[in-house]
């Protein structure tokens, strides 16, 4: 069994910065990509940003510039630096981990349960 667990969500006035983190634990042989996604109320599950094992890194173009996305391999834990926070980053932030559990099984995508993001002054 897969499991990832999030942490860092909270409240942030506007303009301030918030760091997230996911680790990945189970029956895990490799992790191809790891990211994170996020959904406001009323809204669909969007991109954030996502970054494979070479280290090829994709954000959303409303985070470029204020968030980066990072990666420990031997920890299998990504994190989100998320900085100059506005109110529309208001969202449940989502982590992804597309891995395989052993070399004979093919990649899948694991969700984890989320950590709740609120910019408010």
């Known amino acids: 069994q897969v499991q990832l667990v999030e942490s860092g969500g909270g409240l942030v006035q506007p303009g301030g910065s918030l760091r997230l983190s996911c680790a990945a634990s189970?029956?895990?042989?490799?992790?191809?990509?790891m990211g994170w996604y996020r959904q406001a109320p009323g809204n669909q599950r969007d991109l954030v940003a996502t970054?494979?094992?070479?280290?090829?890194?994709n954000y959303a173009d409303s985070v470029k510039g204020r968030f980066t996305i990072s990666r420990d391999n031997a920890k299998n834990t990504v994190y989100l630096q998320m900085n100059s926070l506005k109110h529309e980053d208001t969202a449940v932030y989502y982590c992804?981990?597309?891995?395989?559990?052993?070399?004979?099984?093919?990649?899948?995508?694991?969700w984890g349960q989320g950590t709740q993001v609120t910019v408010s002054s």
């Open positions: 992804y981990a597309e891995l395989s559990i052993n070399r004979h099984r093919a990649r899948e995508g694991y």
């Open positions: 189970g029956s895990i042989f490799t992790i191809y990509t």
């Open positions: 970054i494979i094992s070479g280290g090829n890194i």
